[in-house]
T-cell receptor, first 109, second 115 residues
Framework: DAKTTQPPSMDCAEGRAANLPCNHS???????VYWYRQIHSQGPQYIIH???NNETNEMASLIITEDRKSSTLILPHATLRDTAVYYCIVRVNTDKLIFGTGTRLQVFP | DAGVIQSPRHEVTEMGQEVTLRCKPI?????LFWYRQTMMRGLELLIYFNNNVPIDDSGMPEDRFSAKMPNASFSTLKIQPSEPRDSAVYFCASRPRQGGYNEQFFGPGTRLTVL
């Protein structure tokens, strides 16, 4: 399993972009990068995933480096409701997910 | 769609008692996952099913834990006998067949306290 490394915590001002990094230097060619988040006392929520290309949806953007050894999740305009733990997971599609410790993002007014 | 439904939302029991947690996945989803979350160990996968068949139960802590999925719309996680160290939040998640990627939909969780 490819391991991921994320900073334990980050702060972001409301309205600004939140850029959450993830290192996955041992990623295999068929492994995808997934991002989930967990708001306090709720179940985790899928955000986005990608293989090689950058991806964007209504929640966030995912930037994957060309060598695929790292990625960045971007929340373009963070709000207080984005305060959560963000998990970066690298897995083969359809396989089970392994959650690490994630990054605790605190958005402040 | 109501999403993944779990019951009960909170359970308080005494050591030695049997505990049964219930999950109703999203209709049409063919994979179901049971997770446990504690402060010490984080979010751990216990077991998952594809098409009602258990695929990987390597995360089940011991024989006191068992899970069943008798049909596509219902699953149970049973702990017998329960112990204080089983206190945790238990999440159920389901995943659709179509798309072929790992978008899992999580329920609200069951907070279990074993006294």
């Amino acid at each position: 399993d490819a391991k991921t490394t994320q900073p334990p915590s980050m702060d972001c001002a409301e309205g600004r972009a939140a850029n959450l990094p993830c290192n996955h230097s041992t990623i295999s060619g068929n492994e995808y990068v997934y991002w989930y988040r967990q708001i306090h006392s709720q179940g985790p929520q899928y955000i986005i995933h990608g293989l090689k290309n950058n991806e964007t949806n209504e929640m966030a953007s995912l930037i994957i480096t060309e060598d695929r050894k790292s990625s960045t999740l971007i929340l373009p305009h963070a709000t207080l409701r984005d305060t959560a733990v963000y998990y970066c997971i690298v897995r083969v599609n359809t396989d089970k997910l392994i959650f690490g410790t994630g990054t605790r993002l605190q958005v402040f007014p | 769609d109501a999403g993944v439904i779990q019951s009960p939302r909170h359970e308080v029991t005494e050591m030695g008692q049997e505990v049964t947690l219930r999950c109703k996945p999203i209709s049409g989803h063919n994979s179901l996952f049971w997770y446990r979350q504690t402060m010490m160990r984080g979010l751990e996968l216990l077991i998952y099913f594809n098409n009602n068949v258990p695929i990987d139960d390597s995360g089940m802590p011991e024989d006191r834990f068992s899970a069943k999925m008798p049909n596509a719309s219902f699953s149970t996680l049973k702990i017998q006998p329960s112990e204080p160290r089983d206190s945790a939040v238990y999440f159920c998640a389901s995943r659709p067949r179509q798309g072929g990627y790992n978008e899992q939909f999580f329920g609200p969780g069951t907070r279990l306290t074993v006294l």
